[in-house]
Each structure stands twice: as C-alpha cells, then as structure tokens.
C-alpha cells in the first residue's frame, strides 16, 4: 500500500520539523514551552513545542524501562526523563515546566500513578495522561478508521468514528519481539539484533524473516476491529518504521493500510500538542 496519503500532510510536514529542531534546536523567546513524554518500550522521546505549539527541540534515547507497556524501572525512568530535559533546557536555555505523557489504551487502570510520578519526579509539572492512539490522532487528524500504535512491546489499537475514539484494545507484540525472531535467525545477542533492525539498509532483507510476527500484529488488527466499522488502518510506532510492514499487515487484514514517513515520532508530538498550563 503507499506509505503517504494526502491525511498526512500536516502529519508529515510536522515530523520533518521536529526532525529538524532535534538536530538543531530553535531558541527564541516563548513565553511558555509544552513537552510530551513518550516511555516507550525501546525508546524514551522528548518533544518540545512553543507558545503557538510548533517543534522547537527534541530529544531520544534508548531505554529498558518500560516492558509491555509498563514501567519496570521506575528510577531508571525518572533519571533519563531528567537528563533529556536537562539536555534540552539547556539547548534553550529555558526552563521546561509543563509536560503531557500517555500510555497504551487501557492500561490507565494499571500504570497511569506510574507514569504521572515519573513525569513529576524528573521536575515537570503534569498536565495531561491520555491513551497512545488519541495522543497519535493529534498529528494525524483521522475522523474515521483504526489508528495501530506497534511500539516496542504491545500494539495499540484505536477505532475512531467521527474524529472519536469508540474502542481501545492493546496486546503484547511488538517491536520486541521482531528483535528476538532477529537474534534467532541470525544468532546474534538481543541488542545486536535490534541495532541490525533499526537499519533501513537491511529491510529488505528482514521483511521475510519477521513475517510471521507481522502477521501476528495483523491477527490482533484483524480481530479487534471485526465487529467495528473500519475501512483504512493507519499505521504509528517505532516499529513501523520497517519498509513494507504496511504492505503485509495490508494484505492479512483485507484493509487499506497507510502510514506517515517517519511512525516513530507521530505519538509524542502528539502527546505534546495535548500538554496546557492545566496541571493534573
């Protein structure tokens, strides 16, 4: 299926921005500055906006504090949240306050004191908890479909219908387990596995090895969303970023299958673009 459709536009053009200010922050006189916190399962992701909610700074790093969509390492997730905002208030010598964070649908039950408690024990001040999905939807502006979030240990999914969310559902499989079927394929250690992953250059390659996987998320799609209206699946989620995983999940679920250029960065900008100066 193609990769961009005309939905994406406004998605698209803010990644590209985003990309831009990680590499080269922009530092100006907001008067305020709204983070969203991504505690993914691979990778933990700042994103900055300004007063008028545009990227001005960014910053990621890989992690093993959450597992499943939990939080298994409380301390360890506080400590890399403070350094990236350090790092980052640093770059814009200014002084981050707000921040909006959000978990896998329906997990709030379970981890959202978790996850509130990271985000305040690295000094932000919390203003939002929200699901994954809805948080993506900020950027990709669905009014109806599925949007699947496949991160790194659970994939998401969310049935939106007029521009609302009717039914959240999130199962353990994600990009996790394409770097165990890596490691085994190819006899390498887990973290070797990954980084041979992440590298576009070996796609090709992969996308027969770990076929079965992803017709292991295209199952938990398919039957999710078999009593739901669905016509277009809407692919986010660093695991996505895997050239053709669109193409597959496509053909097992029967349904167009689109996704923006770069899925990794789609949750937290929108997860930034729902933090206000209203705190929890």
Same mark, same amino acid.
């Given at each position: 299926?193609?990769?961009?459709?005309?939905?994406?536009?406004?998605?698209?053009?803010?990644? &590209?921005?985003? #990309?831009?200010?990680?590499?080269?922050?922009?530092?100006?006189?907001?008067?305020?500055?709204?983070?969203?916190?991504?505690?993914?399962?691979?990778?933990?992701?700042?994103?900055?906006?300004?007063?008028?909610?545009?990227?001005?700074?960014?910053?990621? &790093?890989?992690?093993?504090?959450?597992?499943?969509?939990? +939080?298994?390492?409380?301390?360890?997730? @506080? &400590?890399?949240? *403070?350094?990236? !905002?350090?790092?980052? #208030?640093?770059?814009?010598?200014?002084?981050?306050?707000?921040?909006?964070?959000?978990?896998?649908?329906?997990?709030?039950?379970?981890?959202?004191?978790?996850?509130?408690?990271?985000?305040?024990?690295?000094?932000?001040?919390?203003?939002?908890?929200?699901?994954?999905?809805?948080?993506?939807?900020?950027?990709?502006?669905? !009014?109806?479909?599925?949007?699947?979030?496949?991160?790194?240990?659970?994939?998401?999914?969310? +049935?939106?219908?007029?521009?609302? +969310?009717?039914?959240?559902?999130?199962?353990?499989?994600?990009?996790?387990?394409?770097?165990?079927?890596?490691?085994?394929?190819? !006899?390498?250690?887990?973290?070797?596995?990954?980084?041979? *992953?992440?590298? !576009?250059?070996?796609?090709?390659?992969?996308?027969?090895?770990?076929?079965?996987?992803?017709?292991?998320?295209?199952? $938990?799609?398919?039957?999710? +969303?078999?009593?739901?209206?669905?016509? #277009?699946?809407?692919?986010?989620?660093?695991?996505?970023?895997?050239?053709? $995983?669109?193409? @597959?999940?496509?053909?097992?679920?029967?349904?167009?299958?689109?996704?923006?250029?770069?899925?990794?960065?789609?949750?937290?900008?929108?997860?930034?673009?729902?933090?206000?100066? #209203?705190?929890?």
């Amino acid at each position: 299926m193609k990769t961009v459709n005309s939905a994406f536009q406004y998605c698209d053009q803010l990644v &590209r921005d985003f #990309e831009k200010v990680i590499a080269q922050p922009i530092v100006g006189k907001s008067s305020v500055y709204y983070t969203g916190i991504d505690l993914g399962t691979a990778y933990i992701v700042l994103a900055v906006l300004d007063e008028n909610y545009q990227p001005v700074a960014g910053a990621y &790093r890989f992690a093993n504090v959450v597992k499943d969509g939990m +939080v298994v390492d409380y301390i360890g997730a @506080i &400590r890399i949240v *403070k350094e990236l !905002k350090q790092e980052l #208030e640093e770059k814009l010598d200014a002084e981050l306050v707000y921040a909006a964070a959000a978990l896998p649908p329906g997990t709030f039950s379970l981890d959202s004191g978790a996850i509130k408690h990271v985000v305040q024990g690295a000094g932000f001040e919390i203003t939002s908890l929200l699901d994954e999905p809805t948080a993506a939807n900020a950027v990709l502006k669905i !009014k109806d479909g599925v949007i699947v979030d496949v991160g790194g240990g659970t994939t998401g999914i969310a +049935v939106l219908k007029d521009g609302e +969310v009717i039914y959240v559902a999130d199962e353990p499989t994600g990009g996790t387990h394409f770097s165990l079927v890596v490691a085994g394929a190819y !006899k390498l250690s887990f973290d070797a596995a990954d980084e041979y *992953k992440r590298d !576009k250059k070996n796609h090709a390659e992969l996308l027969p090895v770990l076929r079965p996987v992803i017709e292991k998320v295209s199952s $938990i799609i398919r039957r999710h +969303v078999r009593d739901c209206p669905v016509k #277009e699946i809407y692919l986010v989620g660093g695991t996505c970023c895997l050239n053709g $995983i669109e193409n @597959i999940i496509a053909k097992e679920t029967k349904l167009p299958t689109y996704k923006p250029q770069n899925p990794m960065f789609v949750t937290p900008l929108g997860i930034a673009l729902n933090c206000t100066q #209203e705190i929890l």
